[in-house]
C-alpha cells in the first residue's frame, strides 16, 4: 500500500486502478486510509490488529464522509481498540462477515446476472463446487491451500471445468474485496495455478469418422443418440446435452431445433436443422429418456450438466471400439467445420459459420436479417450425406434414395 499524508485535494483528485483496486495509507493516523476501486468507488478504512488477526473496518465512503470526518472516526477508533474494543467486529453482520454461501449469492444477484450472460452457469459451478465445499464458511477463514484442494479435486477428473471454476472463484473474491467487506482482505485464489488444457482442435479424418460411425450403435442407446448428433450436427455437446422435446420443430424432410436465447452459447436464438438421420438420433434419445422433457435428462431431472464432461467415458468407449486416436466430443464441432469446407461439399464459411451458430462480424449483420435458414438445410443434407459416403464407401448418388434426404 502507497502511504502518504492524505489531504482534500488527493482525495478528489485521485484516479481509479485500471483494475481490481487501490489502498492509500495515511501518514497522520495510523491504519487509517483510501480505498479506490476500478469503478471509481472511493471508501474510507481502518486496520488493525485485534487477538493477532488483521482486522479492516470500513468507516464510510467518500464524497459522503469527508476526510476530516473520516479521520476523526478512525482516531476515535483507534482508541476503542487500544481499551479493548472491537470497531468491526462489533459492527459484524452477515454483510461485513458473510458465509461463503451469503457472498456467493450476492455476487450472483449484484454482479453476475447484471454483467454476464453466463451467469447461471456460474450460479450452478459455485452451487456445485464451491457451495457444497464452503457453505456454512465465513468466507474469510477460507485459505489457499483449501481453494488448491477444492481445484485438484475437480482437476483430477475435468482440467477444463476446474480452470473455469477457478476463473469464477477469483472474480467472485475480487468482487467481494471491491465492495467493502470489511472481513475479506486477500483473495486465497491467488497462487493457484490452472491445470494445463489441450492446445489447438482435433478433427476426425475421413477414415477416422468412418471407423467412428460403425461403433456407435454398440454405445447404449443414450450416448450412441448424443455421439451422433455432435457429428450430425456440429452443435457444442452442451447443448446437446440440454435439448429440450418441445425445441424440435418436424417438417419435411427432417425438422428444426430452436435454440431459444439463453440455451445457445450467445445471446440470440439458433436454428439448426436436423436432418433424418440426426432427428432419427434425436427420436432414440427420447426414447430412452422415458418420458422426461429433456431428451438427456439428469438423473435426478432437468438437463444434464456439461461441466463434468458426462460423456467422457462413453467417448472414450466409442475411440477404443472403432481403433481411433482419442479424441472428445467437442471435437466433433471441428469435424464438421472441416469436412463442410472441404471437397466435395465446399460449403462457404459464412453458412458453415450459421449451422455453427457462430456470430457473423461484419458490419452488414446488423442490417441484414436474413436467417440462411435454406442455406443450413442444404448444408445439414449435404453433410448428412457425405458422413453416410464416408461410412459407406458408396459414391454420394447412391445416398440420394435415403429416405427423407433431397
Known amino acids: 500500500m502507497t502511504r502518504k499524508r492524505l489531504t482534500a485535494r488527493f482525495v478528489e483528485s485521485v484516479r481509479p486502478p485500471k483494475q481490481g483496486r487501490a489502498a492509500y495509507l495515511d501518514s497522520v493516523v495510523r491504519g487509517f486510509g483510501l480505498r479506490v476501486t476500478s469503478t471509481?468507488?472511493?471508501?474510507?478504512?481502518?486496520?488493525?490488529?485485534?487477538?493477532?488477526?488483521?482486522?479492516?473496518?470500513?468507516?464510510?465512503?467518500?464524497p459522503a464522509m469527508p476526510l476530516v470526518t473520516a479521520r476523526e472516526k478512525a482516531d476515535t477508533g483507534l482508541r476503542e481498540i487500544a481499551q479493548g474494543g472491537d470497531p468491526a467486529g462489533g459492527k459484524a453482520d452477515s454483510h461485513r462477515a458473510p458465509t461463503f454461501k451469503q457472498m456467493a449469492h450476492a455476487y450472483i444477484e449484484r454482479w453476475a446476472k447484471p454483467n454476464k450472460r453466463t451467469w447461471r452457469k456460474d450460479r450452478a459451478i459455485i452451487a456445485r463446487e464451491l457451495v457444497s465445499r464452503f457453505g456454512s464458511r465465513k468466507a474469510a477463514s477460507i485459505q489457499r491451500g483449501e481453494i488448491r484442494e477444492a481445484f485438484d479435486a475437480v482437476s483430477a477428473r475435468a482440467p477444463v471445468a476446474a480452470n473455469r471454476m477457478l476463473e469464477i472463484a477469483k472474480r467472485l473474491w475480487n468482487w467481494a474485496l471491491e465492495v467493502d467487506y470489511p472481513s475479506i482482505?486477500?483473495?486465497?485464489?491467488?497462487?493457484?495455478?490452472?491445470?494445463?488444457?489441450?492446445?489447438?482442435?482435433?478433427?476426425?479424418?475421413?477414415?477416422?469418422?468412418a471407423a467412428v460411425w460403425a461403433a456407435m450403435d454398440a454405445l447404449p442407446a443414450r450416448w450412441g443418440a448424443f455421439c451422433k448428433l455432435c457429428l450430425l450436427t456440429g452443435q457444442h455437446p452442451g447443448e446437446i446435452l440440454a435439448m429440450r422435446r418441445d425445441q424440435v420443430e418436424r417438417s419435411h424432410g427432417g425438422a428444426w431445433w430452436i435454440m431459444p436465447e439463453g440455451h445457445h452459447k450467445a445471446d440470440w436464438s439458433h436454428s439448426v436443422f436436423l436432418a433424418p438421420l440426426a432427428l432419427e438420433a434425436f427420436e432414440a434419445a427420447c426414447a430412452a429418456s422415458r418420458g422426461a422433457e429433456h431428451a438427456f435428462p439428469a438423473r435426478g431431472g432437468g438437463a444434464a450438466s456439461p461441466d463434468n464432461n458426462p460423456w467422457r467415458r462413453a467417448v472414450e468407449a466409442l475411440s477404443k471400439a472403432a481403433g481411433v486416436?482419442?479424441?472428445?466430443?467437442?471435437?466433433?464441432?471441428?469435424?464438421?467445420?472441416?469436412g463442410m469446407a472441404s471437397?466435395?461439399?465446399?460449403?462457404?464459411?459464412?453458412?458453415i459459420a450459421k449451422v455453427l451458430g457462430h456470430a457473423n462480424p461484419a458490419i452488414t449483420e446488423t442490417y441484414v436479417r436474413h436467417g440462411y435458414d435454406g442455406e443450413k438445410r442444404r448444408a445439414m443434407l449435404s453433410w448428412e450425406r457425405r458422413v453416410i459416403e464416408i461410412a459407406t464407401g458408396e459414391a454420394g448418388g447412391k445416398v440420394v434414395a435415403m429416405p427423407g434426404i433431397a
Request: proline share 8%.
Open 40 to 62: 471509481g468507488h472511493k471508501s474510507w478504512f481502518l486496520n488493525y490488529r485485534k487477538a493477532g488477526r488483521m482486522r479492516r473496518w470500513t468507516i464510510g465512503g467518500y
Open 185 to 209: 482482505t486477500a483473495n486465497p485464489c491467488t497462487g493457484v495455478k490452472k491445470a494445463p488444457e489441450r492446445k489447438g482442435a482435433r478433427w476426425l479424418k475421413p477414415s477416422e469418422v
Open 325 to 338: 486416436p482419442r479424441f472428445t466430443a467437442r471435437d466433433f464441432r471441428p469435424t464438421v467445420a472441416t
Open 343 to 351: 471437397e466435395p461439399l465446399s460449403i462457404s464459411q459464412a453458412v
